[in-house]
């Protein structure tokens, strides 16, 4: 099972909008709305930020959206906070009955 | 409140056997899932199995199956990664989550360190 493809950075500024592509397969990605956003600041835990494609936990921000079109999922943060850089993982459902995180994404805040 | 506590940091060398838990409170610990994820320094998540404690029912990724064993007790809502034998590539930082509805994991513990040096 292959790590989803994300892209390794991205950068804004603050008040800014930035996306995180989350590139699957028609194995996970493409096949379920099982799809899920970790944050992840250095030193701690994973905490979830979205699920299944565009739900927020309470207490998670609205600036926070999901979104996903075939084999790829996006997470995009609209107005950039500095307290939002840190480490974004997507994560799928696969269809081996298993799970696969991507390979991350740092956010840096300008 | 629903909490996931782990074990504290472990060092080892290599060929020794090692179990790390995570003790569930604060909800139905036999109706979830339990996941281990796996966070090499300076590197990304993976995935490693999950179980559900109802009925120890234990999934790997094929990336770990054979590797650990995924392990659980209901009785004291614990559950349990273990290795027979250490290596040093398995010097990590060790989480666990709950997992709801075969989709997301909500509620993750704070992580394992655990260091395999001779």
């Known amino acids: 099972q292959s790590a989803l493809t994300q892209p390794p950075s991205v950068s804004g500024s603050p008040g800014q909008s930035v996306t995180i592509s989350c590139t699957g397969t028609s194995s996970d990605v493409g096949s379920y709305n099982r799809v899920s956003w970790y944050q992840q600041p250095p030193g701690t835990a994973p905490k979830l930020m979205i699920y299944e494609v565009s739900n927020r936990p309470s207490g998670v921000p609205d600036r926070f959206s999901g979104s996903k079109s075939g084999n790829t999922a996006s997470l995009t943060i609209s107005g950039l906070q500095a307290e939002d850089e840190a480490d974004y993982y997507c994560s799928s459902y696969t269809s081996s009955s298993t799970y696969v995180f991507g390979t991350g994404t740092k956010v840096t805040v300008l | 409140e629903v909490q996931l506590v782990q074990s504290g940091a472990e060092v080892k060398k290599p060929g020794e056997s090692l179990k790390i838990s995570c003790k569930g409170s604060g909800y139905s610990f036999t109706s979830y899932w339990i996941g281990w994820v796996r966070q090499m320094p300076g590197k990304g998540l993976e995935w490693m199995g999950i179980?559900?404690?109802?009925?120890?029912?234990?999934r790997y990724s094929p990336s770990f199956q054979g590797q650990v064993t995924i392990s659980a007790d209901k009785s004291i809502s614990t559950a349990y990664l273990q290795w027979s034998s250490l290596k040093a590539s398995d010097t990590a930082m060790y989480y666990c989550?709950?997992?709801?509805?075969?989709?997301?994991?909500?509620?993750w513990g704070k992580g394992t360190t655990v260091t395999v040096s001779s």
């Open positions: 989550a709950r997992v709801i509805g075969s989709s997301y994991m909500d509620v």
């Open positions: 179980i559900y404690p109802g009925d120890s029912d234990t």
